[in-house]
């Protein structure tokens, strides 16, 4: 069934300040150095659901919206024309995935700006019944404090000690009081100043800026940049270089971080007719912190959206760890929360299936003046708790540093 949806997308002579077009709260943002969307209301839900077929289903259901669909799109770019934001939960079991197409997109990426205008013939949307506007979210759960996640740590350890797992990532929630209620532009801003090489977004009231590139799909072609081992920044030039190359000759970050770009080139091949990926590991520079980050390029032989890839990938070592059946039991067994929509894929599609996923990382979930920050930890046979510990620590210091102070005027 298609909801008559009608678009329209022109060229714009100056490039819009996108930021101005963020509300306080409630946006829908994706901003990068290369192409950057931010998505107005009214809105077009889609729920994909729960269970393993839910990115299928969305992606029927964004086909369905656009089968028949009047089209006119002077620009012809990535993320021109009509497009698709979403938010899914880490964990399939989990409700409260989202994909939202809004009424209008500002859009700059190539030198050019744009905007496109949406029209819906119906208020609901096709497929899986739509949601309401807020992505539902369960009530809170507090997660474990510093001591008891350690002990987790430790119990996974014990786990690849016994051959359970090779690898598996635990996470961290903390919560967060502010004054007044989080200015989300502001936020975004922040956030997107502080960390220009990141994918910072914005989708409902779960905000962030993601070093981490789980798949982008332009044309034929696929790319996919797993992170994994992680390193702080030096004061001086010199500790810098001493950090990074410590972190290159790192054995217990090199396994971790083989785990991950293993994970993404074995889901990757069915699809790809060429694959590649960088001989050795390069340095991830952040503002706080640096990551060991390999590229990942492949040739597709068939033409799956940059939605269906996504669910191909996700979840991937460098979020969950290997094998991923028993990583997802161990991390249900041990995290104390639901990670929600953090880890899980953020981004956008376009008409042509052509768009960007990340991995929900460095974000924070805001309700009011409440704010829940997450990061997380790859745990391996060489782990220290104390270690892992303080890697949490050093991840949580971008969102915490970026929320105070914040409030909504």
Same mark, same amino acid.
């Given at each position: 069934?298609?909801?008559?949806?009608?678009?329209?997308?022109?060229?714009?002579?100056? $490039?819009?300040?996108?930021?101005?077009?963020?509300?306080?709260?409630?946006?829908?943002?994706?901003?990068?150095?290369?192409?950057?969307?931010? /998505?107005?209301?009214?809105?077009?839900?889609?729920?994909?659901?729960? %269970?393993?077929?839910?990115?299928?289903?969305?992606?029927?259901?964004?086909?369905?919206?656009?089968?028949?669909?009047?089209?006119?799109?002077?620009?012809?770019?990535?993320?021109?024309?009509?497009?698709?934001?979403?938010?899914?939960?880490?964990?399939?079991?989990?409700?409260?995935?989202?994909?939202?197409?809004?009424?209008?997109?500002?859009?700059?990426?190539?030198?050019?700006?744009? =905007?496109?205008?949406?029209?819906?013939?119906?208020?609901?949307?096709? %497929?899986?019944?739509?949601? $309401?506007?807020?992505?539902?979210?369960?009530?809170?759960?507090?997660?474990?404090?510093?001591?008891?996640?350690?002990?987790?740590?430790?119990?996974?350890?014990?786990?690849?000690?016994?051959?359970?797992?090779?690898?598996?990532?635990?996470?961290?929630?903390?919560?967060?009081?502010?004054?007044?209620?989080?200015?989300?532009?502001?936020?975004?801003?922040?956030?997107?100043?502080?960390?220009?090489?990141?994918?910072?977004?914005?989708?409902?009231?779960?905000?962030?800026?993601?070093?981490?590139?789980?798949?982008?799909?332009?044309?034929?072609?696929?790319?996919?940049?797993?992170?994994? /081992?992680?390193?702080?920044?030096? %004061?001086?030039?010199?500790?810098?270089?001493?950090?990074?190359?410590?972190? *290159?000759?790192?054995?217990?970050?090199?396994?971790?971080?083989?785990?991950?770009?293993?994970?993404?080139?074995? =889901?990757?091949?069915?699809?790809?007719?060429?694959?590649?990926?960088?001989?050795?590991?390069?340095?991830? !520079?952040?503002?706080?912190?640096?990551?060991?980050?390999? =590229?990942?390029?492949?040739? !597709?032989?068939?033409?799956?959206?940059?939605?269906?890839?996504?669910?191909?990938?996700?979840?991937?070592?460098?979020?969950?760890?290997?094998?991923?059946?028993?990583?997802?039991?161990?991390?249900?067994? +041990?995290?104390?929360?639901?990670?929600?929509?953090?880890?899980?894929?953020?981004?956008?599609?376009?008409?042509?299936?052509? /768009?960007?996923?990340?991995?929900?990382?460095?974000?924070?979930? +805001?309700?009011?003046?409440?704010?829940?920050?997450?990061?997380?930890? /790859?745990?391996?046979?060489?782990?220290?708790?104390?270690?892992?510990?303080?890697?949490?620590?050093? *991840?949580?210091?971008?969102?915490?540093?970026? !929320?105070?102070?914040?409030? !909504?005027?």
């Amino acid at each position: 069934m298609t909801a008559g949806l009608r678009a329209s997308t022109v060229k714009l002579e100056d $490039p819009p300040d996108l930021f101005s077009h963020i509300p306080g709260r409630g946006g829908l943002a994706w901003l990068t150095e290369a192409i950057s969307l931010v /998505g107005r209301p009214p809105y077009l839900h889609i729920d994909p659901g729960t %269970g393993p077929d839910r990115f299928t289903r969305g992606a029927e259901a964004v086909a369905a919206l656009l089968d028949g669909a009047k089209i006119s799109d002077e620009v012809d770019l990535p993320g021109s024309g009509p497009v698709v934001f979403g938010s899914w939960t880490f964990d399939e079991d989990t409700p409260g995935s989202r994909l939202t197409v809004p009424s209008t997109v500002y859009g700059y990426g190539d030198g050019i700006a744009w =905007k496109t205008s949406v029209a819906f013939a119906h208020t609901h949307s096709p %497929g899986p019944e739509a949601g $309401p506007a807020q992505v539902p979210q369960k009530p809170s759960n507090r997660g474990l404090d510093e001591q008891s996640w350690k002990h987790a740590v430790a119990r996974a350890v014990g786990s690849i000690e016994d051959g359970r797992v090779a690898k598996v990532v635990l996470a961290r929630k903390v919560e967060v009081q502010v004054p007044e209620p989080v200015d989300q532009n502001v936020l975004v801003r922040r956030l997107a100043g502080t960390f220009p090489g990141c994918f910072t977004f914005c989708f409902d009231n779960l905000v962030g800026a993601s070093p981490e590139l789980l798949v982008r799909r332009f044309g034929d072609l696929v790319d996919s940049v797993p992170l994994a /081992g992680s390193a702080p920044r030096g %004061g001086t030039d010199s500790e810098d270089l001493r950090l990074g190359r410590e972190l *290159k000759e790192s054995a217990k970050n090199l396994a971790e971080h083989a785990l991950a770009v293993e994970t993404v080139l074995e =889901k990757l091949a069915p699809w790809c007719t060429e694959l590649l990926k960088e001989p050795e590991p390069s340095l991830l !520079l952040l503002a706080n912190v640096q990551h060991l980050s390999t =590229k990942v390029q492949g040739r !597709l032989k068939a033409s799956p959206s940059a939605l269906v890839l996504a669910g191909a990938l996700h979840p991937t070592a460098a979020v969950c760890g290997v094998p991923q059946d028993q990583a997802i039991q161990l991390i249900r067994e +041990l995290e104390g929360f639901d990670r929600g929509r953090y880890a899980g894929p953020v981004g956008w599609m376009d008409q042509h299936g052509d /768009g960007e996923w990340a991995l929900a990382l460095r974000c924070a979930l +805001l309700t009011g003046n409440h704010a829940e920050i997450f990061a997380g930890a /790859g745990v391996v046979a060489q782990s220290d708790p104390e270690g892992e510990l303080e890697e949490t620590r050093l *991840k949580l210091k971008a969102m915490l540093s970026a !929320l105070e102070p914040l409030s !909504l005027s």
